[in-house]
């Protein structure tokens, strides 16, 4: 089981199927051969302004990728788009694909599970794949993974799975409390906060008062009976002037469809606005009815976590309280990946 991170693409890796790393200036590897030294000297030639100690780092990426990585293995690829995980079946061998406008380092996949939200599982196996390597194995949570892949229960393992394996280069740099890292864990502790310990109709009431911090009055309608519509926003104090926003929100980390947002667009009169919030992500086909409606906006689980520390000194002390954060000053490293 591995763990890729590709910031640089996009949804290409989904529609075409595949996964890539970079260092674009590296030839295909397989001219280099099957041998770390030649790929550190390949690297060296390559990128000569690159520090001593991340040569070793990418040459292992390298290696791994194109002779470890076999048909058959599972990937697990981060999307920082959405804060979301893509899971896949690796079912090609490494290629060298020279037209590729960036990473040309590819390997076709089968993607099984796309779009899942992050708050299904739990800190520790989240820490793992924020590993700041491209590449890395997923080992010590790969059992929690897998019982994803074969059930798809939101049910996960939480078990204790300790290694006792020697510290390396590849181990350190790969549980390094970077920025990066400590700031993916601020995000996920953020989404499983509002995800597990926040009844729904406490969520109600936390994107009533996220909207008041972002400078709209805001009131939530009643739970019981509220037609669809959770929240009732405007920008004037009385709610007199246009526009009016409809809020929905959902409280799950499930992936909400076009027929579900087209419900929220049906309860607008003339002039008025919605807006759906939910903990998870969106289908492919809701994003396309939101390009298709001026008047809709959608808000993912990784919209919410940024609302929320973009404006958490303006939140009420009550929800302070419940995801208690402050700002320090953590270690920052440029990211290996090219």
């Not at 309608?221 to 009016?244: F, M, N, W």
């Not at 919605?274 to 919209?303: H, I, M, P, W």
Request: net charge negative; glycine share 8%; hydrophobic share 40%.
């Amino acid at each position: 089981m591995w763990g890729i991170h590709n910031d640089a693409l996009s949804n290409e890796l989904l529609d075409q199927g595949f996964i890539s790393i970079g260092w674009d200036a590296i030839p295909d590897i397989r001219s280099i051969g099957n041998d770390r030294d030649l790929l550190k000297k390949a690297l060296e030639q390559a990128y000569p302004e690159a520090k001593a100690g991340a040569i070793p780092v990418w040459a292992g990426i390298l290696f791994r990728f194109a002779f470890e990585m076999k048909q058959g293995d599972v990937v697990i690829a981060p999307y920082r788009a959405d804060s979301t995980l893509n899971f896949g079946i690796v079912t090609g061998d490494y290629e060298y694909v020279e037209d590729a406008p960036i990473h040309p380092h590819r390997r076709s996949v089968k993607w099984l599970k796309t779009g899942i939200s992050r708050g299904l599982f739990p800190q520790k196996a989240l820490y793992e794949i924020g590993s700041a390597l491209t590449l890395f194995r997923v080992k010590k949570n790969a059992i929690i993974f897998d019982q994803f892949l074969k059930t798809g229960s939101e049910d996960i393992l939480q078990q204790d799975q300790a290694g006792t394996e020697a510290e390396t280069v590849d181990e350190w740099v790969e549980t390094e409390p970077s920025a990066a890292r400590l700031d993916q864990f601020t995000h996920d502790f953020i989404l499983k906060t509002l995800l597990e310990d926040l009844s729904h109709e406490e969520f109600e009431h936390f994107t009533a008062d996220l909207l008041r911090a972002m400078g709209y009055q805001a009131r939530v309608t009643p739970y019981s009976s509220d037609g669809g519509v959770d929240v009732i926003a405007h920008r004037d104090p009385l709610g007199l002037e246009p526009p009016l926003i409809k809020v929905q929100c959902k409280h799950t980390s499930a992936q909400q469809s076009r027929p579900d947002i087209q419900r929220l667009s049906g309860t607008l009169a003339h002039g008025e606005l919605a807006l759906f919030v939910c903990l998870g992500s969106f289908s492919k086909e809701a994003v396309g009815y939101e390009r298709e409606r001026q008047n809709l906006r959608l808000l993912t689980g990784a919209d919410v976590v940024q609302l929320t520390l973009g404006h958490y000194d303006k939140l009420d002390p009550h929800w302070k309280t419940r995801i208690p954060l402050r700002q320090v000053y953590v270690v920052d490293r440029t990211t290996e990946g090219r």
